[in-house]
């Protein structure tokens, strides 16, 4: 069976994290093409992804963007750049294990016109922080997407929620996001750019933190 689905990492000079991502998403998906975003890495991720999209081609195709948009951008150029009804977005720090989660997740939001994502889903409040009241987000690591509702929202933004705005506008419009425990499909390792080379958002993650803690 042909999924309607397509799937895009993105990745920023974690080139040994990438492999994993890919070959083990390819391992499990092998049909399903992926779009390899480098956000423009200064090592050799470019040809550790130029060597990605060979193996793979013409299933695996590539971007090789100039200078790093950061992820939320890049992010974006992928829910632009590939046209199939549903986007699956994930990590270079993530390893497939195993098959399934796409049959079920595209079957889940199949079944509701005003479904939008699944995956593994949070609250959180404006500025971004888990809250008990504010707003359901995907955790961006690994998530499905409605491409057509993607495109009348928000995009995502460079920020250390990326998915924030978007999905505050998707629940507004009653958009809904179905929880899925992707997590036992696919391992998330955690912050695998971002603890080599931070989110590059300088004194506003500071200010945003500061406020939250202000409750303001």
Do not use: W
């Not at 689905?5 to 993105?10: H, Q």
């Not at 390819?26 to 200064?42: A, C, E, F, M, T």
């Not at 939320?72 to 829910?79: D, E, I, K, L, Y």
């Amino acid at each position: 069976m042909t999924l309607p689905v397509s799937a895009a990492v993105i990745n920023y000079q974690t080139p040994d994290l990438l492999e994993t991502a890919v070959r083990s998403f390819r391992r499990v998906y092998p049909q399903v093409p992926l779009l390899i975003i480098d956000n423009g890495s200064q090592d050799d991720s470019p040809a550790r992804v130029r060597r990605l999209a060979a193996d793979g081609t013409p299933v695996v195709t590539m971007l090789l963007l100039a200078n790093n948009v950061y992820h939320g951008p890049a992010m974006h150029r992928a829910m632009t750049h590939l046209n199939t009804p549903y986007i699956y977005l994930f990590d270079s720090d993530t390893e497939t294990r195993k098959g399934g989660f796409l049959e079920q997740m595209v079957d889940l939001l199949n079944r509701d016109a005003q479904g939008y994502g699944a995956g593994h889903i949070v609250q959180v409040n404006k500025r971004g922080f888990r809250s008990d009241r504010g707003v359901p987000v995907p955790a961006s690591a690994y998530m499905l997407l409605r491409r057509a509702h993607y495109l009348e929202l928000p995009p995502f933004i460079h920020h250390g929620l990326p998915v924030l705005q978007n999905c505050t506008a998707a629940a507004a419009r009653g958009l809904r996001l179905y929880p899925f425990s992707i997590e036992t499909y696919v391992t998330h390792f955690g912050r695998g750019t971002a603890e080599r080379y931070g989110y590059g958002l300088g004194l506003r993650s500071r200010l945003d933190y500061l406020l939250n803690k202000l409750g303001l």
